[in-house]
């Protein structure tokens, strides 16, 4: 660092938390710099970050407000930081996040290093064998309205640097551009698509849910991803009582149960009775966990508790492949392998790890499907026959198995 500067920021973090944003990709800010035309100018662009940080000179532009649909056919509005803003949070997360990390507890999953949604399905998987009841909760708005105040708070007890809390603030407060274009003061919330989000999210949620879980119910085990989370019960009288003083808890932080998203469910084996007025299924993290006919070591099928990809999972994966293929209107199987492969790669590392015969049944098979109609489609010699469509798409698999990536895996077509 060189000597006149307020705070201590190296130029070499700045470059590191450049290269971890570049990695990310994403889209550009208010300012419509994409990362491509960052890059041609990076030296200067970020030795006047650096400057600017290093100064107390720094302040975030507007955030990019963008919306998404949800599934439940309503938006989610993002906040995408410029590049420059999305390297100063990052900037703020490598020196947070190793302060913070020590006082998370296990079963806060989202956004962590070496964390992942398999592991909580996996966790919640082993946990729904022992424990027969289970709260599932959503948070409503968890990014759009965690309180400021309350968050400042509890960065400044665990970091003293001036410059951090001073930047973490100024990246709060930061106003958003709507879609319509007009400017939006934020007076609470962490949007998401900021780099510093996830971090402070799971702050705030360290304090509101995790530790009060530990401290009030700690036979109560539980998994959260961000604002998505289940509780295991030993009981329905317990997971009742569970979910009213969840509800009340986070009316005291500011937050909110979702009432259409939260439920108590019983997790069902062996053909047991169902008591009345419950239901025997959750959907978690994409996954949809159900009384399922599965097969014991020993060869012996029995009614098991398991959790497979959800329909809205599969339907989303089948919309995604249907509009892809549309989108890319090609004649050439290796060119619609390469746009069609990062899609099915993904969507199976995912949903393949826990009843994967699900996976095939409800997204690989229908990828195989329209691999047929599309030949059927573009290859004249076989068109209007899917019988001859079929028996050319499995001689392609057979010549060339590592074109796909779900024959790679062996899920070949019929």
Aim: with cysteine; glycine share 6%.
């Amino acid at each position: 660092m060189k000597e006149g500067k307020a705070f201590h920021i190296s130029q070499m973090e700045v470059l590191n938390a450049y290269k971890a944003v570049k990695a990310n990709k994403g889209a550009g800010g208010v300012d419509g710099i994409e990362l491509e035309e960052f890059d041609r100018d990076w030296k200067n662009k970020l030795y006047v970050l650096w400057n600017r940080m290093s100064s107390g000179s720094y302040y975030p532009k507007p955030v990019r407000g963008v919306e998404i649909p949800k599934k439940n056919g309503k938006k989610r509005l993002l906040g995408i930081p410029t590049v420059e803003d999305r390297v100063a949070q990052m900037v703020l997360r490598n020196r947070l996040e190793p302060l913070l990390e020590p006082i998370f507890l296990d079963d806060s999953y989202g956004y962590r290093p070496n964390k992942s949604a398999l592991d909580a399905i996996a966790t919640a998987r082993s946990r729904c064998f022992k424990m027969k009841w289970v709260v599932e909760f959503d948070i409503v708005g968890l990014f759009d309205n965690i309180n400021h105040e309350k968050l400042m708070e509890l960065v400044g007890k665990h970091c003293q640097e001036k410059w951090i809390l001073m930047y973490v603030e100024r990246c709060l407060k930061a106003p958003i551009v709507m879609p319509d274009k007009s400017l939006k003061e934020r007076k609470a919330g962490t949007p998401q698509g900021g780099v510093i989000s996830p971090v402070l999210a799971n702050l705030f949620m360290h304090y509101a849910f995790d530790s009060w879980m530990a401290r009030k119910f700690p036979n109560c085990p539980w998994e959260r991803y961000a604002d998505d989370g289940i509780i295991h019960c030993v009981s329905r009288k317990q997971a009742e009582f569970v979910l009213d003083m969840l509800k009340e808890q986070m009316l005291r932080t500011g937050l909110e149960i979702h009432p259409e998203k939260s439920k108590i469910v019983f997790c069902r084996r062996d053909n047991e009775p169902v008591p009345d007025g419950v239901e025997t299924s959750f959907v978690f993290l994409g996954y949809c966990f159900r009384p399922r006919l599965v097969k014991s070591g020993g060869g012996k099928y029995f009614m098991g508790y398991t959790p497979a990809v959800s329909t809205e999972a599969a339907r989303s994966f089948r919309e995604k492949i249907r509009t892809m293929i549309k989108r890319t209107a090609t004649t050439d199987i290796v060119l619609l392998s390469q746009v069609l492969n990062p899609i099915i790669r993904g969507w199976m590392n995912y949903f393949c790890k826990f009843t994967p015969s699900e996976a095939y049944q409800k997204g690989i098979n229908y990828v195989n499907q329209k691999l047929v109609r599309w030949i059927r489609k573009n290859h004249k010699k076989v068109n209007r026959s899917y019988r001859k469509s079929q028996i050319l798409l499995n001689r392609i698999a057979l010549s060339n198995p590592k074109m796909f990536y779900q024959w790679q895996a062996g899920y070949m077509p019929m």
